[in-house]
């Protein structure tokens, strides 16, 4: 089984790495993907953290202040946000807080050649040349970080236990899109 571990909310402040080096302390095979609030971390927190060859960033949200931040994003403001994130060096992907996305986001995906993660829920609207990442097969799971914006019943905190008993090996979502 190859596990795809992935994490939504990683920011400076609330970043639960703790309970992350924990997890990899105790299962050497273990990667995540965050998904990560740039707008809530500084550079030198983001420099630190790409060091870290068993995580991987993927941009989620500006400042992430409700699940629905990037609902009526339009097709400038989509822009301006991939053009901004791009400086910072992340994953080229993108999961939009709530899993709410705007169209126009699709589209500048699709021209800055990223990659989205999104619900089956969405299919339909999302350009097919688009690469998606869903939560559709087994060992695809998913996770928050801390308990931004209210209690999250998926906590990873939750699950460190579980986690560092997985037996198997672990992907980024980079690499399976």
Known sequence: M?????ADDFCEDNNSLDVLWNIKGNNPNFK?????????CSLRFLGTIKNIDWI???????????NRECE???YKKCKSYITLVKAYGLEKGYKSPGWVIPDAM???????????????YNNERRPKEL????????????????????????????????????????AFIKDVV
């Open 2 to 6: 190859i596990y795809i571990v992935d």
């Open 32 to 40: 995540i993907t965050l998904f990560t609030i740039i707008g809530r």
């Open 56 to 66: 991987n960033m993927v941009p989620h949200g500006l400042l992430h202040d409700t």
């Open 72 to 74: 009526h994003w339009d």
């Open 106 to 120: 699709y589209q500048v995906l699709l021209e800055y050649n990223y990659w989205v993660a999104d619900q089956t």
């Open 131 to 170: 690469r998606a990442y869903l939560l559709d097969k087994p060992g695809r799971l998913h996770y928050h970080i801390g308990n931004l914006g209210g209690v999250n019943k998926n906590e990873i905190s939750l699950y460190a236990d579980y986690l560092s008993k997985l037996q198997g090996d672990f």
